[in-house]
């Protein structure tokens, strides 16, 4: 299953992220690409493609991305209480805001797009 997160403008926050995935021990091997702007936002990163293999991965991100925004949030006021990166997930013709699901919801929502047929984004 490959899945995107959004950059929304906010680079920092989605470079964050990417080093969060790449240091925790249950999200470091999944594979995760940069996906940089075309056009006047040419080298900008624009989202993350992440590969989640399988049941395990998909608890592991969502674990993993939870803390991630919880640790955001609680270092103060900026980014993270807002439209900042990392909150939108793109997968197929599904896109889904996902900065306020606990690791549950957001496991429980990837299993459901995992196994509704959907092939993933391939832009």
Same mark, same amino acid.
């Given at each position: ?9 906010d680079e920092e926050s989605l470079a964050d ?8 021990? =249950? !999200?470091?091997?999944?594979?995760? #690409?940069?996906? #940089? /702007?075309?056009?006047? !936002? ?21 674990? #993993?991305?939870?803390s991630w925004r919880s640790v955001r949030r609680d270092e103060g006021p900026g980014p993270?209480?807002? #439209?900042? =990166? =990392?909150?939108?997930?793109?997968? /197929? ?23 509704? /047929? !959907?092939? =993933?984004?391939?832009?």
């Amino acid at each position: 299953m490959r899945i995107r997160i959004l950059a929304d403008g906010d680079e920092e926050s989605l470079a964050d992220l990417q080093s969060w995935l790449s240091t925790d021990p =249950g !999200t470091s091997r999944l594979g995760v #690409a940069t996906v #940089a /702007g075309h056009g006047p !936002t040419m080298g900008a990163l624009e989202a993350l493609d992440i590969v989640l293999g399988h049941a395990v991965d998909i608890g592991n991100f969502a674990l #993993a991305y939870a803390s991630w925004r919880s640790v955001r949030r609680d270092e103060g006021p900026g980014p993270a209480d807002g #439209a900042a =990166g =990392g909150r939108k997930l793109v997968h /197929g013709d599904s896109t889904v805001d996902i900065g306020h699901l606990s690791s549950e919801e957001l496991a429980d929502l990837l299993r459901r797009l995992n196994s509704s /047929g !959907t092939t =993933g984004t391939d832009e």
